[in-house]
């Protein structure tokens, strides 16, 4: 197991940008697929972008695609999700995962690790 914890998270005006990281500890990041996903209040946990162990393929929701992109630094164990052009459905809690398989995975099922989560709120 890899323990994984968010920040980034805040309250932005719709326009504006975040950048979110989360860092985990564990000897195996390397070899994880990493994904975001997120809750909005009332609604269930949804994925939002993916990448393989390498960072050589990624993958996002369609409703983040052009705005939001995912990177790692293995050697830091740390995962990134740059999301601009924030609009207020994107409010939510954002939740890290791990995957112990390499390629890109979308599923929740997929991934057996979990942060805490960090709220963004966006405003409008």
């Known amino acids: 197991q890899v323990q994984l914890a968010e920040s980034g998270g805040g309250l932005v005006q719709a326009g504006g940008s975040l950048r979110l990281s989360c860092a985990a500890s564990?000897?195996?990041?390397?070899?994880?697929?990493m994904g975001w996903f997120r809750q909005a209040p009332g609604k269930e946990r949804e994925f939002v972008a993916a990448i393989s162990w390498s960072g050589g393929g990624t993958d996002y929701a369609d409703s983040v695609k052009g705005r939001f992109t995912i990177s790692r630094d293995n050697a830091k164990k740390t995962v990134y999700l740059q999301m601009l052009s924030l609009k207020p459905e994107d409010t939510a809690v954002y939740y890290c995962?791990?995957?112990?398989?390499?390629?890109?995975?979308?599923?929740?099922?997929?991934?057996?690790?979990w942060g805490q989560g960090t709220q963004v709120t966006v405003s409008s």
């Open positions: 995962a791990a995957s112990r398989l390499r390629r890109v995975q979308i599923m929740q099922t997929a991934f057996g690790s």
């Open positions: 564990g000897r195996t990041f390397s070899s994880y697929c």
